[in-house]
C-alpha cells in the first residue's frame, strides 16, 4: 500500500503563488506516475498535471504556463508550483499515484488511471 500526504494548501490573492507538496510512504517503489487532480464545489474531479519517474510531465490545458509539476524520488515527494493564481483555481487539490506504465499521455487524464489518493488539501483563491 502507498499512502499520500498533501501541504500546502492555503489562503491566496489573485495572481498569488502557493507550492503543494505530497509526499509518499510505503511501497513507493511502485509508483511510476504521481499526479494532481483538483476538485472544486459541485464539479467533477480534473485532471492538473501529472509526472513520471524519469521526470516526463504533462499538464492540463488550463494550467500550462503558470503551474509546474516536480518531483523529488529521494524524498518520495511531488510538488506543485502554481503562479498566476486565478479565482478559478480555488478547488481541493488532490496528490495521486498510479501503479500503470506503458500508457500514452491521455490515459493519465483520467480519474480511473490512478491507484492511489490523499486526503486533499485546500487551496482558495480570493481578494
Known amino acids: 500500500q502507498v499512502q499520500l500526504v498533501e501541504s500546502g494548501g492555503g489562503l491566496v490573492q489573485p495572481g498569488g503563488s502557493l507550492r503543494l507538496s505530497c509526499a509518499a510512504s510505503?511501497?513507493?517503489?511502485?509508483?511510476?506516475?504521481m499526479g494532481w487532480f483538483r476538485q472544486a464545489p459541485e464539479k467533477e474531479r480534473e485532471f492538473v498535471a501529472a509526472i513520471s519517474w524519469n521526470g516526463g510531465t504533462y499538464h492540463a490545458d488550463s494550467v500550462k504556463g503558470r503551474f509546474t509539476i516536480s518531483r523529488d524520488n529521494a524524498k518520495n515527494t511531488v510538488y506543485l508550483q502554481m503562479n498566476n493564481l486565478k479565482p478559478e483555481d480555488t478547488a481541493t487539490y488532490y496528490c495521486?499515484?498510479?501503479?500503470?506504465?506503458?500508457?500514452?499521455?491521455?490515459?493519465?487524464?483520467?480519474?480511473?488511471?490512478?491507484?492511489?489518493w490523499g486526503q486533499g488539501t485546500q487551496v482558495v483563491v480570493s481578494s
Open positions: 495521486t499515484a498510479s501503479n500503470r506504465r506503458g500508457y500514452s499521455s491521455t490515459y493519465y487524464f483520467q480519474r480511473t488511471s490512478w491507484d492511489y
Open positions: 510505503g511501497r513507493t517503489f511502485m509508483l511510476p506516475f
